[in-house]
């Protein structure tokens, strides 16, 4: 690695500092979550500069600066560090993770990350006027012009003030998308508070190196796909896997927001979070409506695009340079789509099902007296999103063959950390679950307790 990218690194850690820290109460775990939270704040940098206009850095310096506000007035409300947010608990989330995170040395050569997410973070890290001209440009239409720009905004921050480098380019996504995972790993292990320690932390851990299982290469190399997909899932495992879904909200809707603003995909999943949280908490429909702000942010990206005259491929009905759907047929495309689908994530699904049906036969009791959910949310959120999957398979307009080959093991991620988190709690239940509370190892006092949930505090 070069001086630069390291540079950058500690720049991104620093930027999204203060607010994660406001947001999780604990220095270590706000190392972790600093990358998002900055890519986050300059997500909104770039949105501002659209809307203006101007220059890329006088609006992040302004982002900056109201983050800085805003995690001073969360500072001055009462609360506590979140569980399980000591050193120990952060060293061993990014220990568990740097092994496949090594990847990060591969040369950035990924033609997504360059055609996509890189050009992107290029006109935008210019000023307003050249970055809309851009996006309504008809010559950019290949590099899906309409996608979100969370995974290309920080990545463009730090070219607005340093040389442009792809080795710079690289890290900054890979850190973001680090941050997610290191967070879904996280909210896994507050859900299994009432399970035995070690169990839960082993459980946890493999929820978050489930982020590699079919796509490994899309963590370090630049591209969005497992940013917002462990985006999403650490949200449906902090408002659909635990017991008490918006009692510490902060964390999951930040984490909704982010998804919804990487890729479309994203957007579709959060519409989906968002029904299900309403569904479960229509007893308090004030507090369960939050949910939908991150559907909002992502609202309002979709009709800034449009107004600058983005177009999508997919709705437009252009296959944006890919081969075009020819004479292909519904069944055919059927066809293949499962076929493809089953090779990417059949028995993982299927195994998972095996032990969600088990589960759900000798344990439900015992899942209920540690403090879980009922697992048919997990499962119903895969559903909906597996068939949204499926129709736009179905429905779109490139040649179903090249598609799926360029595209399954990126977009189903999601499936598998939601499989895997059904397959967790089951097994920690089994293994571990239904005990009074005991100490965790890695910490200097008692876990949670199952019924409270974790330690109350304004802040998240």
């Not at 994660?20 to 972790?32: E, H, K, V």
């Not at 990350?113 to 935008?124: K, N, P």
């Not at 998308?177 to 839960?200: D, K």
């Not at 340079?321 to 020819?326: D, F, L, W």
């Amino acid at each position: 690695m070069y001086p630069t990218p390291i540079l950058a690194a500690l720049a991104l850690v620093a930027a999204g500092f203060p607010l994660a820290f406001a947001i999780l109460r604990s220095p270590f775990l706000a190392l972790l979550l600093a990358p998002l939270v900055a890519a986050l704040l300059s997500t909104g940098a770039v949105i501002l500069m659209l809307v203006v206009g101007g220059p890329l850095p006088l609006w992040l310096a302004l982002v900056l600066a109201a983050g800085a506000a805003a995690a001073w007035w969360l500072l001055r409300c009462p609360g506590e560090p979140v569980p399980y947010g000591g050193w120990s608990h952060a060293l061993l989330i990014v220990l568990a993770l740097l092994p496949p995170f090594l990847l990060v040395f591969e040369p950035p050569f990924q033609w997504d990350a360059h055609s996509i997410w890189w050009l992107h973070a290029g006109y935008f890290s210019h000023d307003g006027a050249y970055a809309r001209a851009a996006i309504g440009s008809s010559g950019f239409v290949f590099s899906h012009t309409d996608y979100p720009p969370l995974a290309s905004a920080p990545v463009a921050a730090v070219w607005s003030v340093v040389e442009p480098d792809f080795r710079t380019a690289q890290l900054t996504a890979a850190l973001v998308s680090f941050s997610a995972i290191a967070m879904l790993v996280h909210l896994v292990r507050r859900a299994l508070g009432g399970v035995s320690a070690w169990v839960a932390w082993a459980l946890a851990v493999g929820v978050g190196l489930a982020s590699w299982s079919t796509a490994s290469y899309g963590v370090a190399s630049g591209l969005a796909d497992t940013l917002w997909a462990a985006a999403v899932a650490g949200a449906v495992v902090a408002l659909l896997f635990g017991a008490d879904p918006l009692r510490r909200p902060l964390l999951p809707l930040l984490l909704l927001t982010v998804a919804a603003l990487t890729k479309n995909e994203g957007l579709v999943a959060v519409v989906g979070v968002a029904l299900l949280v309403t569904l479960r908490g229509r007893a308090d429909l004030r507090r369960a409506g939050l949910v939908w702000l991150p559907v909002l942010a992502g609202g309002v990206w979709v009709v800034l695009a449009r107004l600058a005259d983005a177009q999508s491929d997919i709705t437009n009905g252009s296959s944006g340079g890919a081969p075009s759907r020819g004479d292909q047929g519904a069944g055919e495309r059927f066809q293949a789509t499962m076929a493809a689908l089953w090779d990417q994530v059949g028995p993982v699904l299927a195994g998972a099902a095996v032990v969600a049906v088990l589960g759900a036969l000798f344990l439900r009791g015992r899942r209920r007296a540690t403090g879980l959910a009922s697992d048919g949310w997990v499962w119903a959120a895969n559903g909906y999103y597996l068939a949204v999957l499926v129709w736009t398979y179905l429905s779109g307009p490139n040649d179903i063959d090249w598609w799926l080959t360029t595209s399954a093991d990126r977009v189903t991620v999601l499936v598998v950390l939601l499989a895997v988190v059904s397959c967790a709690g089951w097994v920690g239940v089994a293994f571990g679950g239904g005990r009074p509370a005991e100490r965790d190892p890695l910490s200097d006092g008692p876990r949670e307790s199952v019924m409270s949930g974790a330690t109350s505090g304004a802040a998240d």
